[in-house]
């Protein structure tokens, strides 16, 4: 190309170039000058700004948390001279004695919180006292908001606390915290945390807090649990555990008292565990039920050419399967184990539960444990089938319980029954969960017949017992280890009680356990058999359970 081509090129490309700039200036003007309205200046969105934290409920609408307003007292002690002096302005106030007042604030240098709520009906005149003497930049009254516990003592350990930050920190109040207190919504001047429902009844966990405070009081033992379940839904309608504390006193409580042992405490559950044993080594069916165990009060048998002794509490003679729970024969159950394949009765077990953890929306819920067969010594078979070397929970032995009262069919427990949000809608809700069918129908008849029998003439539960209404209940007194000694001598006892009301259409499933009784009884039957009774009377008067008229 010769240089007069190239020289127009270059023009002509320069001519372009500079066009399509000035194309680009002028529509950037235009935009800039004449479409001014149409541009949108850049706003933060409006953000909640409180969040009010969800209601926890029982399953009759009961309140059992609520957020409330309140005032504490606070004392800028960097400002004070003589703190004495307002110590003394401030007491009466705060049903607080003044020495307690300058010691409390006596460990502070820039400002001491004296009291965390002050008495709804000191606050104005609190208020109007600390006005009148310009005491306002010295004692600061502030309005927060914060829980109450409307039930106290009952069913603290399951509905547990929220912190100073109103955020869960135990029980629901911190396993569904995300619902109560979620997040802050957009575009909302408030957020309104969701209402926890939950199962429990609470004229059911009255009753079922009274007995505990009774058999405290009359055989002082080292801890109580109890739990009332509902037989066909596996909803629990009680659950407590001794010792408690007052929700609305967090400060004052122990750890021992916040701790949830109807969840966590493990322990060998002793005779009751017998109505467990006996379905799983029936549904087997490797054992000789058709011959009665003669029990002369103990059982002997050899392992290479080793005696071994299981003994029981009497001589019980001839035993049928029914008559071992009616009597708690230790000798006819132990037989009939050792008949039994150990793999295959382990297995059975485990089906049930009783190697697993039961899953709820609680936290500290403990797993059951039975050592695998490779590790079994030469007793471990027949003393598992009564209850010992395996360690379980109060849970997980209600929780087995609902295959006896739904033909074989195990299901799963709750304690959440609803989760409801703002505007009054169902966001989730529990449905009846069955797991597979463990044992026959037949089976599960025969084990109510057998603790219905244990409530009559000669059994272990007749304190359980309740005129016209057909009970059936098992009993269990078991030997504590003490991991310390490595002995069963020193351990005490665990008193129990497990009950199925009514036998002929089960409705509930109640259990008693006292850990170490130290006066009265060490025996289930004179603990825990007494109190399952009382609670039937207190079903009965709240018509949640009738007299059969027959």
């Known amino acids: 190309m010769d240089s007069t081509k190239t020289n127009r090129f270059f023009n002509l490309t320069l001519k372009i170039i500079t066009l399509l700039f000035i194309i680009i200036v002028l529509r ?110 010295i004692i600061k009254i502030e309005k927060k908001t914060g829980r109450d516990y409307i039930q106290s003592f009952h069913a603290s350990q399951t509905i547990g606390f929220v912190g100073d930050d109103n955020i869960g920190l135990e029980g629901i109040e911190y396993t569904l915290n995300n619902y109560l207190s979620p997040s802050p919504e957009l575009n909302k001047e408030v957020t309104y945390g969701d209402t926890v429902q939950l199962t429990l009844d609470m004229n059911i966990q009255y009753l079922l807090d009274l007995e505990v405070q009774k058999i405290n009081s009359k055989f002082d033992p080292e801890s109580i649990v109890g739990i009332v379940l509902d037989a066909k839904t596996g909803d629990i309608l009680a659950m407590t555990s001794y010792p408690w504390y007052d929700l609305n006193n967090i400060s004052s409580s122990t750890p021992d008292e916040r701790q949830n042992k109807s969840l966590s405490m493990l322990y060998e559950p002793g005779s009751v565990f017998k109505i467990f044993s006996l379905p799983l080594l029936m549904d087997i069916g490797q054992a000789d039920f058709n011959t009665p165990f003669d029990c002369d009060g103990s059982f002997v048998f050899n392992q290479d050419s080793d005696p071994i002794t299981i003994n029981c509490t009497h001589v019980h003679g001839e035993v049928t399967p029914i008559e071992m729970l009616k009597v708690s024969c230790n000798g006819a159950i132990s037989t009939w184990a050792l008949q039994t394949n150990s793999e295959e009765y382990f297995k059975k077990l485990c089906d049930f539960g009783f190697n697993s953890k039961i899953e709820l929306p609680l936290n500290g819920i403990s797993r059951s444990r039975i050592s695998d067969p490779s590790l079994w010594s030469i007793r471990s078979k027949p003393t598992i089938s009564f209850g010992q070397e395996l360690n379980t929970t109060a849970i997980n032995l209600v929780t087995a319980a609902t295959a006896i009262t739904n033909e074989g069919i195990l299901l799963k427990p709750h304690i959440v029954k609803a989760i409801i949000d703002s505007s009054g809608n169902i966001i989730k809700e529990r449905t009846i969960e069955k797991g597979n069918t463990l044992f026959s129908t037949d089976i599960a008849q025969i084990v109510l017949e057998g603790m219905e029998a244990a409530t009559q003439e000669g059994g272990t539960a007749i304190y359980a017992a309740i005129d016209g209404l057909r009970v059936g209940a098992k009993t269990g007194t078991a030997q504590i280890y003490n991991p310390k000694t490595k002995s069963y001598d020193d351990g005490g006892v665990l008193a129990s009680t497990l009950a199925i009301v009514p036998i002929e259409n089960p409705k509930y499933i109640i259990y008693f356990a006292a850990k170490a009784p130290t006066k009265g009884s060490i025996w289930g039957s004179n603990i825990a058999a007494p109190a399952i009774h009382n609670i039937l009377e207190g079903l009965l008067a709240q018509n949640k359970l009738k007299i059969n008229s027959n």
């Open 28 to 137: 950037v003007l235009y935009l800039t000058i004449f479409n001014k309205n149409n541009t949108k200046d850049y706003n933060d969105p409006l953000v909640a700004a409180r969040v009010v934290r969800g209601d926890i409920v029982d399953t009759n609408d009961k309140i059992l948390a609520i957020e409330i307003p309140y005032y504490s007292c606070s004392l800028r002690v960097d400002k004070i001279d003589d703190l004495q002096k307002i110590a003394n302005i401030c007491a009466p106030f705060l049903n607080m004695n003044v020495d307690s007042i300058v010691e409390k604030a006596s460990q502070y240098k820039y400002q001491a919180l004296i009291k965390k709520r002050i008495n709804d009906d000191n606050v104005s005149s609190f208020i109007d006292k600390v006005k009148s003497l310009n005491l306002e930049n």
